[in-house]
Protein backbone atom coordinates (compact mmCIF):
# COMPACT_ATOMS: atom_id res chain seq x y z
CA UNK A 1 0.00 0.00 0.00
CA UNK A 2 1.50 3.35 -1.09
CA UNK A 3 -0.06 6.06 1.57
CA UNK A 4 0.95 9.75 1.47
CA UNK A 5 0.51 12.53 4.16
CA UNK A 6 -0.82 15.92 2.50
CA UNK A 7 -0.44 18.54 5.59
CA UNK A 8 -1.67 21.80 5.62
CA UNK A 9 -3.44 24.58 7.21
CA UNK A 10 -6.29 24.36 5.27
CA UNK A 11 -7.65 27.58 6.75
CA UNK A 12 -10.21 27.51 4.67
CA UNK A 13 -9.31 24.55 2.01
CA UNK A 14 -8.98 25.78 -1.49
CA UNK A 15 -9.65 24.33 -5.22
CA UNK A 16 -5.64 24.16 -5.37
CA UNK A 17 -5.44 22.15 -2.36
CA UNK A 18 -8.50 19.77 -3.79
CA UNK A 19 -6.58 19.51 -6.62
CA UNK A 20 -3.40 18.41 -5.24
CA UNK A 21 -5.52 15.53 -3.89
CA UNK A 22 -7.63 14.54 -6.25
CA UNK A 23 -4.41 14.35 -8.09
CA UNK A 24 -2.69 12.28 -5.39
CA UNK A 25 -5.86 10.01 -5.12
CA UNK A 26 -4.97 8.99 -8.77
CA UNK A 27 -1.25 8.30 -7.61
CA UNK A 28 -1.29 6.72 -4.19
CA UNK A 29 -3.27 4.22 -2.57
CA UNK A 30 -4.52 6.35 0.04
CA UNK A 31 -3.74 9.97 0.89
CA UNK A 32 -4.02 11.00 4.70
CA UNK A 33 -5.18 15.21 4.58
CA UNK A 34 -3.21 16.17 7.93
CA UNK A 35 -5.27 19.34 9.64
CA UNK A 36 -2.55 21.12 11.23
CA UNK A 37 -3.42 22.83 15.03
CA UNK A 38 -0.76 24.93 15.71
CA UNK A 39 -1.49 26.99 18.83
CA UNK A 40 1.13 29.77 17.54
CA UNK A 41 -1.45 30.45 14.48
CA UNK A 42 -4.05 32.62 14.46
CA UNK A 43 -6.60 30.90 12.46
CA UNK A 44 -9.86 31.34 11.28
CA UNK A 45 -11.29 28.53 11.57
CA UNK A 46 -11.23 26.07 14.16
CA UNK A 47 -9.59 22.48 13.59
CA UNK A 48 -12.61 20.56 14.08
CA UNK A 49 -14.41 23.60 11.35
CA UNK A 50 -11.27 23.05 9.18
CA UNK A 51 -11.62 19.39 9.51
CA UNK A 52 -15.22 18.94 8.87
CA UNK A 53 -15.15 21.03 5.47
CA UNK A 54 -12.24 18.90 4.12
CA UNK A 55 -14.60 16.08 4.97
CA UNK A 56 -17.11 16.92 3.36
CA UNK A 57 -15.05 17.79 0.29
CA UNK A 58 -12.89 15.14 -0.48
CA UNK A 59 -14.84 12.10 -1.76
CA UNK A 60 -17.22 10.29 0.24
CA UNK A 61 -15.95 6.31 0.12
CA UNK A 62 -12.75 7.32 -1.48
CA UNK A 63 -9.23 6.53 -0.73
CA UNK A 64 -8.69 9.59 1.16
CA UNK A 65 -8.82 10.00 5.43
CA UNK A 66 -8.83 13.53 7.07
CA UNK A 67 -7.17 13.73 10.81
CA UNK A 68 -5.99 17.13 13.12
CA UNK A 69 -2.92 17.32 14.15
CA UNK A 70 -1.27 19.45 16.58
CA UNK A 71 2.05 18.03 16.47
CA UNK A 72 5.43 17.61 14.46
CA UNK A 73 4.18 15.99 11.35
CA UNK A 74 7.01 13.54 11.44
CA UNK A 75 5.45 12.07 14.50
CA UNK A 76 2.41 11.63 12.59
CA UNK A 77 4.12 9.85 9.94
CA UNK A 78 6.01 7.45 12.15
CA UNK A 79 2.20 7.05 14.48
CA UNK A 80 0.80 5.77 10.90
CA UNK A 81 4.19 4.23 9.69
CA UNK A 82 3.91 6.41 6.32
CA UNK A 83 7.26 8.12 4.59
CA UNK A 84 6.02 9.81 2.27
CA UNK A 85 5.02 13.69 2.34
CA UNK A 86 3.74 15.78 -0.66
CA UNK A 87 3.49 18.89 -0.64
CA UNK A 88 2.24 21.91 -3.61
CA UNK A 89 4.36 24.30 -4.87
CA UNK A 90 2.59 27.36 -6.65
CA UNK A 91 6.52 28.69 -7.61
CA UNK A 92 10.01 29.44 -6.51
CA UNK A 93 8.13 31.40 -3.03
CA UNK A 94 7.00 27.92 -1.63
CA UNK A 95 9.62 25.86 -3.31
CA UNK A 96 12.21 27.62 -1.30
CA UNK A 97 10.27 27.39 1.63
CA UNK A 98 9.22 24.12 1.68
CA UNK A 99 12.72 23.14 0.31
CA UNK A 100 13.84 24.33 3.44
CA UNK A 101 11.14 22.52 5.67
CA UNK A 102 12.08 19.07 3.86
CA UNK A 103 15.24 19.10 4.70
CA UNK A 104 14.27 19.86 8.38
CA UNK A 105 11.93 16.85 8.18
CA UNK A 106 14.56 14.66 6.97
CA UNK A 107 16.65 15.72 10.13
CA UNK A 108 13.82 14.90 12.19
CA UNK A 109 13.02 11.67 10.43
CA UNK A 110 15.51 10.46 8.30
CA UNK A 111 12.72 8.12 6.37
CA UNK A 112 10.49 10.69 5.05
CA UNK A 113 10.45 11.66 1.64
CA UNK A 114 8.98 15.11 0.57
CA UNK A 115 7.36 14.85 -3.07
CA UNK A 116 6.54 18.16 -4.53
CA UNK A 117 3.68 18.63 -6.90
CA UNK A 118 3.35 21.22 -8.79
CA UNK A 119 0.11 23.59 -8.88
CA UNK A 120 -2.47 23.03 -11.97
CA UNK A 121 -1.82 26.82 -13.88
CA UNK A 122 -5.43 27.40 -12.86
CA UNK A 123 -4.67 27.52 -9.27
CA UNK A 124 -1.35 29.19 -9.20
CA UNK A 125 -2.41 32.36 -7.55
CA UNK A 126 -4.74 30.45 -5.26
CA UNK A 127 -3.67 31.06 -1.18
CA UNK A 128 -6.06 30.80 1.60
CA UNK A 129 -5.11 33.80 3.32
CA UNK A 130 -5.51 35.92 -0.02
CA UNK A 131 -9.16 34.14 -0.31
CA UNK A 132 -9.45 35.24 3.25
CA UNK A 133 -8.96 38.93 2.77
CA UNK A 134 -10.82 39.49 -0.40
CA UNK A 135 -14.05 37.73 0.49
CA UNK A 136 -13.72 40.18 4.02
CA UNK A 137 -14.14 42.60 0.90
CA UNK A 138 -16.96 41.10 -0.22
CA UNK A 139 -15.12 40.15 -3.43
CA UNK A 140 -16.08 37.06 -5.69
CA UNK A 141 -14.27 33.97 -4.69
CA UNK A 142 -16.53 31.86 -6.50
CA UNK A 143 -13.60 30.57 -8.57
CA UNK A 144 -11.12 30.15 -5.96
CA UNK A 145 -13.28 27.33 -3.28
CA UNK A 146 -15.80 25.31 -3.83
CA UNK A 147 -19.39 26.86 -2.81
CA UNK A 148 -19.26 24.97 0.39
CA UNK A 149 -16.46 26.85 1.53
CA UNK A 150 -17.83 30.26 0.09
CA UNK A 151 -20.89 30.09 2.57
CA UNK A 152 -19.28 28.92 5.25
CA UNK A 153 -16.73 31.76 4.70
CA UNK A 154 -19.18 34.02 4.23
CA UNK A 155 -21.25 33.65 7.43
CA UNK A 156 -18.02 33.08 9.34
CA UNK A 157 -17.18 37.02 8.52
CA UNK A 158 -20.48 37.94 9.05
CA UNK A 159 -20.14 36.51 12.64
CA UNK A 160 -17.26 38.16 13.34
CA UNK A 161 -17.77 41.88 12.12
CA UNK A 162 -19.17 44.41 14.47
CA UNK A 163 -22.66 45.08 14.65
CA UNK A 164 -24.11 47.99 13.51
CA UNK A 165 -24.09 51.02 15.93
CA UNK A 166 -27.63 51.91 17.02
CA UNK A 167 -28.68 55.45 16.17
CA UNK A 168 -28.87 57.40 19.25
CA UNK A 169 -32.53 57.72 20.59
CA UNK A 170 -33.68 54.87 17.81
CA UNK A 171 -35.10 52.98 20.71
CA UNK A 172 -34.94 49.51 21.80
P1 LIG B 1 -1.87 28.21 2.04
O1 LIG B 1 -2.97 27.67 1.19
O2 LIG B 1 -2.32 29.34 2.90
O3 LIG B 1 -0.61 28.54 1.31
P2 LIG B 1 -1.64 25.67 3.48
O4 LIG B 1 -0.80 25.37 4.68
O5 LIG B 1 -3.09 25.47 3.69
O6 LIG B 1 -1.34 27.15 3.08
O7 LIG B 1 -1.14 24.79 2.26
C1 LIG B 1 -1.01 23.39 2.38
C2 LIG B 1 -0.25 22.84 1.19
O8 LIG B 1 -0.99 23.11 0.01
C3 LIG B 1 1.12 23.47 0.97
O9 LIG B 1 2.00 22.48 0.47
C4 LIG B 1 0.86 24.53 -0.08
O10 LIG B 1 2.02 24.84 -0.82
C5 LIG B 1 -0.19 23.81 -0.92
N1 LIG B 1 -1.03 24.73 -1.67
C6 LIG B 1 -1.73 25.77 -1.20
N2 LIG B 1 -2.39 26.38 -2.20
C7 LIG B 1 -2.09 25.71 -3.34
C8 LIG B 1 -2.46 25.87 -4.71
N3 LIG B 1 -3.24 26.86 -5.11
N4 LIG B 1 -1.96 24.98 -5.60
C9 LIG B 1 -1.14 24.00 -5.18
N5 LIG B 1 -0.75 23.79 -3.92
C10 LIG B 1 -1.23 24.63 -2.99
Not at 8 to 14: E, K, Q
Not at 40 to 52: D, G, H, I, M, T
Not at 83 to 96: A, H, K, N, Q, V
Not at 131 to 159: F, N
Request: glycine residues 6%.
Amino acid sequence: MLKVVFPGSFDPPTLGHLNIIERACAIFDEVFVVVAENRQKNYLFSAPERLEMMEKLVKPGGNVRCFVWDSLIVDFLKRENIRLLIRGIRGMDDFSHEFELSIMNKALYPDVETLFMTTDPKYIVLRSSSIKELAHYRGDISLMVPPLVADILKKKLAGLEPKTAKEPGSGA
